[in-house]
Every structure is written in structure tokens, then in C-alpha cells.
């Protein structure tokens, strides 16, 4: 599948696949939907939790996983991260996204090393953070039940990859999900959050990042 690089209205790049029309972060800015969506919104809503498992549905360009090891750092948290991606992105064209002047100046190598990790096996980046990248699709992994505190749901749109949003695999994630554990994704799907609400879970209606009215979040009950 061809893939070309864009700039995004912050400044920060992105991968845009023509085939579908359709870009890996939001063109009104990739950084910034990415602080705002599953930092803000997601691992800072467990704020005294110090010991996270987060699950990413679509690792992509490893800006997810950049920004939260940035966080791990900063507030002292110890993260073990799996991200999990079907079509992994060419080591070559995820550093030419340049998202390590994004980060403080002591972070910016990890961001070639979270690429350059070897696949389906733990990986210690920092002692902060250990990150597992699983290359498989979701339709065929078997989730480990109530071991994920977070999961970054950063699949592409419903309206392009309606697979990936299905009661099936929302039942997954929600199987993956702890006690009190925690579901953010960018869209705010009426169905979505209606399969969520059957799935047992607490759904919320967030402000969404620029150029976008709302997001999601939902929560798991103790």
C-alpha cells in the first residue's frame, strides 16, 4: 500500500495513504491530537497509578508511544507498552516524521529506538519504559484478559475500516481491560459508543483536540 508523508496543520508530519484517503493523526495537527486524545485524556486519568499496562490498537509511527514515554519519565511512572500493528511502517519513512523535537532533548534518541526494537518480544527502552510491538492483526490476536490498564484506540476511521470497529473487537478490548481500566480513542461514533454502553462499559463524551468536537472515553467498573 503506498504510502506519502504530509505536513499537518501544527507543524508535525504525518502518513497519509491515498488508496483510502485517509491520514495516520488528525490533518489539523498530529502532535497535538496525540497529547491531547491519549495523553490528557487517557494516562493522565490515572493519575496515581505509577504502574501502567497500555495497550495501543494500532502502533503506526510510534508517536503514541514517544509522547508516553515522555510522561513515564516525567512523572516517574513505570510503563510496559504493547502496541500491536498489522502493516508496520518502513524504519526508514517512521524517522523521517521527525518526532523527536517534539520530545525534551534527553528523550529524542528513544524515538529511533522504540523503531528500531525488535518485534514480539519485550523490549527495554528506559527503566521506565518497556515496549512489546506485536505484528499481527487484531482480528487474530487473543487478548490476555484484565491485564491492560489503558488502551489507545487509534485505529483508522470507521468510515474507511469498519472492521475494525465492530462489536467483536470492542468486545476484545474490553476483555484486555483490568478493573477501573481505562478506553480512549479519537472518534465519537454514536455506534461505537453504543456497543461500549452494551459491553458493560462507563462511555464519556469529551471535548475532542482542534478540529474535532468530540472524543471518547470509557471506563471499566472495579
Known amino acids: 500500500m503506498k504510502r506519502e508523508i504530509i505536513t499537518t496543520a501544527d507543524g508535525s508530519k504525518s502518513i497519509r495513504l491515498p488508496e483510502m484517503d485517509e491520514t495516520y493523526h488528525s490533518s489539523h495537527g498530529a502532535v497535538q491530537e496525540a497529547k491531547h486524545v491519549f495523553i490528557e485524556k487517557g494516562l493522565n486519568a490515572l493519575p496515581h497509578v505509577k504502574t501502567i499496562r497500555i495497550f495501543e490498537m494500532g502502533f503506526g509511527t510510534g508517536l503514541n508511544a514517544l509522547l508516553t514515554l515522555e510522561a513515564a519519565q516525567q512523572q516517574n511512572k513505570h510503563i510496559h507498552y504493547i ?3 498489522a502493516f508496520p511502517v518502513a524504519l526508514e519513512m517512521a524517522l523521517q516524521m521527525e518526532y523527536e523535537h517534539y520530545v525534551s532533548k534527553e528523550n529524542q534518541p528513544f524515538f529511533d529506538r522504540l523503531h528500531a526494537a ?8 528506559t ?5 512489546k510491538k506485536l505484528e499481527e492483526k487484531i482480528q487474530y490476536f487473543v487478548p490476555e484478559k484484565s491485564t491492560i490498564d489503558l488502551i489507545y484506540f487509534d485505529a483508522f476511521g470507521p468510515s474507511v475500516q469498519s472492521d475494525m470497529w465492530n462489536l467483536n473487537i470492542l468486545e476484545k478490548m474490553t476483555a484486555l481491560l483490568a478493573p477501573g481500566g481505562v478506553f480512549v480513542t479519537y472518534s465519537a ?5 453504543r456497543d461500549l454502553k452494551s ?10 483536540p482542534p478540529g474535532k468536537r468530540e472524543m471518547t472515553r470509557a471506563w471499566k467498573g472495579q
Open 127 to 131: 527503566p521506565f519504559f518497556t515496549l
Open 199 to 208: 459491553l458493560g462499559l462507563r462511555v464519556e463524551s469529551l471535548p475532542g
Open 83 to 85: 502496541g500491536i500493528e
Open 189 to 193: 461514533k454514536g455506534q461505537m459508543k
Open 118 to 125: 525488535e518485534w514480539n518480544s519485550d523490549q527495554c527502552i
